[in-house]
């Protein structure tokens, strides 16, 4: 991964440490950016950084403190990231957390954040508690384009909106490191949906999931063109009622990916 700067990743069983964690502090990853879209098309992009890094203990046999440690370059390399995707997109950026109850962590997560935004104005910022956007994201999710949160705040929202549009099986993401200079070092790309260990080898598996995460690293290296081929053979593929199990569908994960190859070749 160091020598490419790139790999794709597919989810890993966790038995004692954390795959991915391991992975976050060997190559230094801490942007990590989960886009979420329906099927139609219509794209809500959520980019989330912060640590679960938890230097917590245990105290006497009914009580455990939990420390949160936040720290400002992952929060600038993530709003950064965040502001720079709203502006190419042209989309509003709304930063959420617990900074009223969180007044440390939280709170200095938002002013950097505002720090980050001077060199972005043109891109509108909003800010709201989290516990409000749970809600708001359920009842009006179309006023939702850009979300910038902390990683475990990320984990929560990116599972709920994926589960919105269909499945958890669709959803993949980036996981980025950057160097001295504020750039890409490496990137790692993976779905989101987890290893699915009750249906190996049953032939049900969503691999949609992957597929995307594959369209992502395509769009990471300039092939932008592939990228879009690839998304609108998904795309058309389960629009047209070729999927998987979890979306309603019948086709086993084979099939599908048979599917989807052969549709590439229509839209390269």
């Known amino acids: 991964m160091r020598e490419t700067g790139l790999a794709l990743k597919y989810p ?5 440490a954390r795959p991915n964690t391991v992975l976050m502090r060997m190559c230094n990853f801490s942007v990590i950016h989960r886009p979420v879209e329906t099927i139609s098309g219509v794209a809500t992009n959520f980019a989330s ?6 230097p917590g203990r245990t105290i006497g046999n009914d009580g455990a403190v939990s420390v949160r440690i936040v720290e400002r370059d992952p929060i600038r390399w993530t709003a950064r990231f965040a502001f720079d995707l709203a502006q190419t997109k042209g989309l509003k950026v709304t930063s959420t957390s617990k900074h009223t ?10 002013r950097v954040i505002e720090e980050a935004h001077l060199e972005f104005l043109e891109v509108e910022h909003e800010q709201e508690l989290f516990d409000a956007s749970l809600s708001n ?12 949160v902390l990683n475990e705040y990320g984990d929560f929202l990116s599972d709920l909106a994926t589960g919105l549009v269909g499945s958890v099986g669709v959803g993949c993401c980036a996981h980025f490191a950057f160097n001295a200079y504020d750039e890409v070092d490496i ?24 597929l995307r995460a594959f369209g992502m690293l395509l769009e990471q290296v300039g092939a932008r063109e ?26 086993t994960t084979a099939e ?13």
């Not at 007044?103 to 938002?110: I, K, L, M």
């Not at 790309?189 to 969503?206: L, M």
């Not at 592939?226 to 086709?251: F, M, N, Q, R």
């Not at 599908?256 to 390269?268: P, T």
């Open 137 to 148: 994201i359920i009842m009006q999710p179309e006023n939702y384009e850009a979300l910038l």
């Open 187 to 210: 990137a790692m790309f993976e779905a989101t949906g987890g290893t699915a260990d009750d249906i190996a080898g049953d032939g049900a598996s969503n691999p949609t999931g992957i």
């Open 12 to 16: 890993t069983e966790t038995r004692g």
């Open 226 to 251: 592939a990228a879009i081929a690839l998304k609108t053979s998904i795309h058309s593929a389960i629009e047209g009622g070729i999927c998987s199990p979890d979306l309603g569908g019948s086709v």
């Open 49 to 54: 950084d912060g640590t679960y890094d938890d």
């Open 101 to 110: 109850t969180h007044a440390q962590t939280d709170g200095f997560f938002e």
């Open 256 to 268: 599908f990916a048979q599917e989807i190859g052969d549709r590439l070749e229509r839209y390269v």
